[in-house]
């Protein structure tokens, strides 16, 4: 994939093919940073304020993009609620080698069953809600050679408003999101809010919690320090020997096994026998690993739009091609269906043209985006004998029109990258169904304005006025910028810590991503769509295809070491059987992902109409009397 600034996440990549949050989903099989520490090239030991500014603002921008599958970000606290010391981690005490696997030379607070929980505010940047609270734990590193030392993790917590029954572990997708935001202590809306929406009853009996998957900026963060001309160069290869330099056996240790047995820790020092269990999307998969590994310390489970067992990972590329023009086309119909709200076109056909019309607006380029097929309508004047004929042909010249325009502007190096932004106003699109409306609304807007005002604009500003605290965010980056502008102290404080935080935690998610799916890969490439997938990334093609192409073909993973097949998840041992929720027209897993989960791990299935990802992050509403059912029992 072509080489991209850290500084904003590619639009159509995947924070996990999945992925719920602001994508995350972290993207699934984005390009690489050129450096992944804190020290950036040619800046000493911090992100400057510019830098990071430019990442906050863009942010607000791509929360909803596709690489995370929900659209819309969380509900963030308010800069001042959020700049405050980080949790204090665990502390105590015990020396001795434990069942549990700590290390002889281990101290005491490697031993989970010694830790005791300081809950505290969660750090910086973490955009937690304002009941939520933190605590650090130490697990093994690695958990077949124990010895070999410890890493920390970061866990967030909701507690139950009313008398506990229990708590709920939740886990966001990806893979290697993000995961301490993702749950919410509002009621439903029944609209998309990027956020996990539980039932008022659950928030009123259940404790949420969620524990930062291993790797990321709120633990022990995975650093892999790349240079230049290593980033550039295709394939994973680069990336593993970047990351073994930096921390020696790491990487290696980023798998949803071993993450998995992190949540158990966790429920160790929780002091919980049994854990209640959701997960979104991948955190379906990892979730049902854990009740694989642990059925005796699992009760309840949602497994919630989970990818297929049988995807993991470049099974997925090549089987969601297909749903995913389905949607952009059913989208651009839905539009002309409504023509007499948006006035963008009374065919699909239409629609496009207006879209690429403000496209070439804002970004002077051609969307990478296939042109809908010609429909009836818009060869009206055609006598029915021959409009059959005449939709192919007029279909068939649209395409090679577009991918004319689309290829003479990939030799226009910025052009490229600009067209890799051109796709972002549809990100949201592309997962929710329920983001439609205000998508198609700022279209037209935008193309409705003379001189057409620029689409990422508007969307920015629709984002922050559902969020006002993303506004807050982009005055205190503009702030930092300014002072920077103004002044050469080094000297950093705690809102330089929150915005420094957002901005590495992008890097880290895409970082984890890649690792996991490179580390345990259950399929093999298909190699078939590798020059396919190279022609339409640098050729200007239909850049959602490419980036699935991409997974498929095995790319991102040409030269790394090893490959370790994701364990087979089984739910025979369960006592009590999941709850499966999952959408018929799923674009981020694919309308199968549900059911194959559903018949490994049993239980039954609640499958709602859309195309859509993340029951609970979109739909909370119409699903919250099902989900509610299911812990009452």
Same mark, same amino acid.
């Given at each position: 994939?072509?080489w991209?600034?850290?500084?904003?996440p590619?639009?159509l990549?995947e #924070?996990? @093919?999945?992925?719920?949050?602001?994508?995350p989903h972290?993207?699934?099989n984005?390009?690489?940073s050129?450096?992944?520490?804190?020290?950036?090239?040619?800046?000493?030991? !911090?992100v400057?304020s510019?830098t990071?500014a430019?990442?906050?603002? &863009? *942010?607000t921008?791509?929360? #909803?993009a596709?690489?995370?599958?929900? %659209?819309g970000?969380y509900?963030h606290p308010?800069?001042?609620?959020?700049?405050t010391?980080? %949790? +204090?981690p665990s502390? $105590?005490p !015990? !020396?001795?080698?434990?069942?549990?696997?700590?290390?002889?030379t281990?101290?005491?607070e490697?031993?989970?069953?010694?830790q005791?929980?300081k809950w505290?505010?969660? @750090?910086?940047?973490?955009?937690?809600?304002?009941?939520?609270q933190?605590?650090?734990i130490t697990v093994?590193?690695?958990?077949?050679?124990p010895d070999v030392?410890?890493?920390?993790l970061?866990?967030?917590k909701?507690?139950a408003?009313?008398?506990?029954?229990g708590?709920?572990a939740?886990?966001?997708g990806?893979?290697?999101?993000? %995961?301490?935001a993702m749950f919410t202590?509002k009621a439903p809306?029944n609209?998309?809010?990027?956020?996990?929406?539980m @039932?008022?009853d659950?928030?009123?009996h259940?404790?949420?919690?969620a524990?930062e998957p291993?790797?990321?900026?709120?633990?022990t963060?995975?650093?892999c320090?790349e240079?230049?001309?290593?980033s550039?160069?295709p394939?994973g290869?680069n990336?593993?020997?970047?990351c073994?330099?930096?921390?020696?056996?790491?990487? /290696?240790?980023i798998?949803?096994e071993?993450? *998995?047995?992190d949540l158990?820790?966790a429920r160790k020092v929780l002091?919980?026998?049994?854990?209640?269990l959701y997960?979104v !999307?991948?955190?379906g998969l990892?979730?049902?690993? =854990? $009740?694989t590994?642990? @059925?005796?310390?699992?009760?309840?489970?949602?497994l919630?739009s989970?990818?297929s067992p049988?995807?993991a990972w470049f099974?997925?590329?090549?089987?969601?091609?297909?749903?995913?023009?389905e949607?952009m086309?059913?989208?651009?119909d839905?539009?002309?269906q409504?023509?007499?709200?948006?006035?963008?076109?009374?065919?699909p056909r239409?629609v496009y043209?207006?879209?690429t019309r403000?496209?070439? $607006?804002?970004?002077n380029v051609t969307p990478p985006?296939?042109?809908?097929p *010609?429909?009836?309508?818009?060869?009206?004047?055609?006598?029915?004998?021959?409009? /059959?004929? %005449?939709v192919?042909?007029?279909s &068939?010249?649209?395409y +090679?029109?577009?991918?004319s325009?689309?290829?003479?502007?990939?030799?226009?190096?910025?052009k490229?990258?600009?067209?890799?932004?051109a796709l972002s106003?549809l990100g949201?699109?592309?997962y929710p169904?329920?983001s439609?409306?205000?998508?198609?609304a700022?279209? &037209?807007?935008?193309?409705?304005?003379?001189p057409?005002?620029?689409?990422?604009e508007?969307?920015?500003?629709k984002?922050?006025?559902?969020?006002?605290e993303?506004?807050?965010l982009?005055e205190?980056?503009?702030?930092? *910028?300014?002072?920077? /502008?103004?002044s050469?102290s080094?000297e950093t404080?705690?809102?330089?810590?929150?915005?420094?935080n957002i901005?590495?935690?992008q890097?880290?998610m895409?970082l +984890?991503n890649q690792t996991?799916?490179?580390?345990?890969?259950?399929?093999p490439?298909?190699?078939?769509?590798y020059?396919p997938?190279?022609?339409n990334?640098?050729?200007?093609?239909d850049?959602f295809?490419?980036?699935?192409?991409?997974?498929?073909s095995?790319q991102e993973?040409?030269?790394w070491p090893?490959?370790?097949?994701?364990m087979?998840?089984?739910? /025979?041992?369960? &006592?009590?059987k999941?709850?499966s929720l999952g959408?018929?027209?799923d674009?981020a897993?694919?309308p199968?992902?549900?059911?194959?989960?559903r018949?490994?791990?049993?239980g039954t299935?609640h499958?709602?109409k859309g =195309?859509?990802?993340?029951v609970?992050?979109?739909?909370?509403a119409?699903?919250?009397d099902i989900v509610?059912? =299911?812990?009452?029992d």
């Open positions: 994939m072509v991209r600034s850290p500084f904003r590619h639009p990549s #924070s996990s @093919p999945m992925t719920t949050h602001r994508n972290a993207r699934f984005q390009r690489r050129t450096h992944r520490k804190t020290g950036l090239p040619g800046f000493s030991g !911090s400057p510019k990071i430019a990442a906050v603002m &863009a *942010a921008l791509t929360l #909803s596709p690489g995370f599958a929900h %659209a970000p509900p308010t800069p001042q609620d959020s700049a010391e980080p %949790a +204090v502390d $105590a !015990s !020396s001795n080698k434990s069942s549990d696997g700590a290390s002889d281990a101290k005491p490697d031993n989970p069953a010694a005791k929980l505290g505010p969660c @750090p910086p940047g973490s955009m937690t809600v304002e009941r939520a933190c605590a650090t093994p590193k690695d958990y077949a050679y030392g410890t890493i920390e970061t866990m967030s909701i507690p408003k009313g008398t506990k029954k708590t709920i939740g886990n966001i990806g893979p290697g999101l993000d %995961a301490l202590d809306q609209k998309s809010a990027g956020h996990i929406q @039932p008022t659950v928030l009123e259940y404790d949420l919690v524990v291993r790797g990321l900026t709120f633990g963060p995975l650093e320090d240079g230049l001309l290593e550039l160069v394939g290869g990336l593993y020997r970047a073994q330099r930096t921390q020696p056996g790491y990487v /290696d240790t798998t949803t071993n993450t *998995a047995r158990e820790e002091g919980e026998d049994k854990l209640n997960g !999307s991948y955190g990892l979730m049902a690993t =854990y $009740a590994l642990f @059925p005796e310390h699992t009760n309840k489970m949602v919630d989970s990818m049988n995807d099974g997925l590329g090549g089987s969601r091609i297909k749903i995913r023009k949607a086309n059913a989208f651009f839905w539009i002309a409504n023509d007499d709200k948006y006035h963008l076109g009374k065919t239409e043209k207006s879209f403000v496209i070439k $607006a804002t970004y985006l296939t042109p809908p *010609a429909n009836r309508d818009d060869v009206s004047a055609v006598p029915d004998d021959y409009a /059959d004929s %005449a192919k042909l007029l &068939a010249v649209d +090679v029109y577009w991918r325009h689309t290829f003479t502007e990939s030799f226009d190096i910025l490229r990258f600009g067209a890799q932004q106003p949201e699109a592309l169904q329920q439609w409306p205000d998508t198609a700022a279209i &037209a807007e935008s193309a409705s304005s003379d057409i005002k620029p689409l990422d508007i969307l920015v500003e984002e922050k006025e559902r969020t006002p993303l506004a807050k982009e205190m980056a503009k702030k930092k *910028a300014e002072e920077a /502008d103004n050469n080094d404080d705690a809102e330089d810590e929150m915005l420094k901005f590495m935690q890097i880290q895409g +984890v996991i799916m490179c580390n345990e890969n259950a399929n490439p298909a190699r078939s769509e020059i997938s190279l022609i990334q640098y050729t200007g093609g850049q295809v490419a980036v699935d192409q991409m997974i498929a095995g993973c040409d030269g090893h490959n370790k097949p994701i087979k998840v089984n739910g /025979d041992k369960l &006592a009590v999941p709850l959408y018929d027209k674009t897993v694919t199968h992902g549900a059911p194959e989960m018949d490994a791990m049993g299935l499958t709602f =195309y859509s990802h993340g609970l992050g979109g739909n909370a119409d699903a919250a509610s059912e =299911y812990f009452r």
